[in-house]
């Protein structure tokens, strides 16, 4: 179980509803630090909302968090028909990473928009990192079903103080 503090804040210092609990990013770096590139290139943020771009490429359906994919995770095509359309590369990650919102009310809440479907965000994300490599969930349940090439290497309770609020944290390798 990951002790860690409660929702790190918006670019403005304001609350920012379904941020990383704070301290979260560095329990992770931690605990893989074997397994984590050091170039940041090869980590991939989904759902990343105002994760920094230093800790990695970014992916996100919003324009106000200026990610390097503007996408909708569920099947990573990006640009538009003008421009042509384009799919985030296949085996190109060591990790993906992904944060995506909790529930149906969250998502409409929070981010207004339907509750994504989290099997084919983890569909894209096995697609996109390299066999040997690691997709990574953070959400309030464990991901029901998962594609043949992944599997279940770590599951990690991840709370935050004051609220102790529990989620989970599942990671898969790429096989
Ligand atoms: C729980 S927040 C992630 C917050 C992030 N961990 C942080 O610390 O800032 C969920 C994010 O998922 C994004 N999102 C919602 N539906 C999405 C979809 N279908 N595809 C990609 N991103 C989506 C929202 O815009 C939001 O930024």
Not at 99 to 119: F, M, Q, V, W
Not at 145 to 171: F, H, M, Q, W, Y
Request: aromatic residues 10%; glycine residues 6%; proline residues 7%.
């Amino acid at each position: 179980m990951w002790y860690c503090g409660p929702s790190e804040k918006d670019y403005n210092n304001m609350k920012f509803d379904g941020a990383y609990p704070s301290g979260f990013l560095k329990n992770w770096k931690i605990a893989f630090a074997d397994y984590i590139p050091s170039d940041p290139k090869k980590i991939i943020h989904v759902c990343a909302g105002r994760v920094p771009k230093s800790e990695g490429v970014t992916l996100d359906i919003d324009i106000k968090y200026d990610p390097d994919y503007l996408c909708n995770a569920e099947t990573m095509r990006y640009g538009s028909l003008l421009e042509g359309e384009r799919q985030v590369p296949s085996d190109e990650f060591d990790w993906a990473i992904a944060d995506p919102p909790y529930n149906d009310e969250a998502s409409e809440k929070y981010y207004n928009k339907k509750l994504l479907n989290k099997s084919m965000m983890i569909k894209q994300m096995a697609r996109i990192v390299r066999t040997g490599g690691f997709v990574a969930i953070l959400d309030q349940t464990m991901p029901q079903g998962k594609p043949s090439n992944l599997e279940c290497v770590a599951r990690i309770g991840v709370t935050s103080v004051p609220n102790l609020d529990v989620r989970v944290l599942t990671i898969f390798q790429k096989i």
